[in-house]
């Protein structure tokens, strides 16, 4: 029986950071097979692929993405089945 378990993440970033995180998402994405969509709303079954960035326009989707491409997470047999993420909030530093 599976069981799931919900996690709270909480992640620190730079705007450099930021940037770097976003292009290792997108260079994932598109190393991986990226994703398609319908090329037009009539339901044919021509497809097109999406542009890393549009799939992962800004660092939140580039965060859910590196989580979701963690090759620990697929050897562990452990399936991602959601991911939500707020605004982010600035942090006073020490």
Same mark, same amino acid.
């Given at each position: 029986?599976? *069981?799931?378990?919900?996690? +709270? %993440?909480? !992640? &620190?970033?730079?705007?450099?950071? +930021?940037? *770097? =995180?976003?292009?290792? @998402? *997108?260079?994932?994405? *598109? @190393? &991986?097979?990226? @994703?398609?969509?319908?090329?037009?709303?009539?339901? @044919?079954?021509?497809?097109?692929?999406?542009?890393? $960035? $549009?799939? %992962?326009?800004? !660092?939140?989707? #580039?965060?859910?993405?590196?989580?979701?491409?963690?090759?620990?997470?697929?050897? =562990?047999?452990? $399936? !991602? !089945?959601?991911?939500?993420?707020? +605004?982010? &909030?600035? &942090? #006073?530093?020490?």
């Amino acid at each position: 029986m599976k *069981r799931t378990y919900e996690l +709270e %993440l909480k !992640v &620190t970033l730079d705007e450099l950071d +930021e940037q *770097r =995180a976003i292009q290792i @998402a *997108r260079d994932h994405f *598109r @190393a &991986t097979g990226g @994703a398609q969509a319908p090329a037009d709303n009539s339901g @044919a079954t021509t497809w097109q692929e999406i542009p890393p $960035e $549009e799939a %992962l326009p800004d !660092v939140i989707e #580039a965060v859910m993405e590196l989580i979701r491409g963690n090759p620990l997470c697929e050897q =562990a047999r452990m $399936e !991602v !089945v959601s991911m939500s993420c707020n +605004e982010p &909030t600035d &942090t #006073a530093r020490c």
